[in-house]
């Protein structure tokens, strides 16, 4: 099961003291709109999210399709199929993909200790 590219996308209370802090450890600014409480830092292939009251909790996100860099990876598998593989294997789903549609998606698991799964699709 090809998941595609992990980052952790965190809550964070101040997006400029994150990006600093992280800026630190050599990431640098990679993507997102601080105007609107987010950025994506990168170091090498390891990718961060800072995402200001957007959501509560941390989160980890995988991005079928996608390569490090925000590239389209050929012959990846739909979010979809990844779904419905999860969902044979007993894995509940918080929230799921529209399996009667294409394109972008997501859907949402939560792992036995509570933490947040995204998956989401962007092509």
């Not at 802090?21 to 987010?38: P, S």
């Amino acid at each position: 099961m090809n998941l595609g590219v992990f980052s952790i996308s965190l809550a964070v209370k101040d997006l400029q003291a994150s990006k600093q802090f992280y800026e630190k450890f050599g990431f640098t600014v990679f993507g997102g709109n601080a105007d609107q409480n987010w950025l994506i830092l990168k170091n090498g292939d390891h990718l961060i999210g800072l995402f200001q009251g957007m959501f509560e909790k941390n989160i980890l996100t995988f991005n079928p399709g996608w390569d490090s860099n925000a590239q389209k990876v050929e012959g990846f598998t739909d979010e979809r199929e990844l779904q419905r593989q999860l969902k044979a294997q007993g894995v509940s789903l918080m929230t799921e993909a529209d399996e009667t549609t294409t394109g972008p998606a997501s859907f949402v698991a939560v792992d036995p200790d509570g933490n947040t799964i995204l998956v989401d699709q962007h092509l």
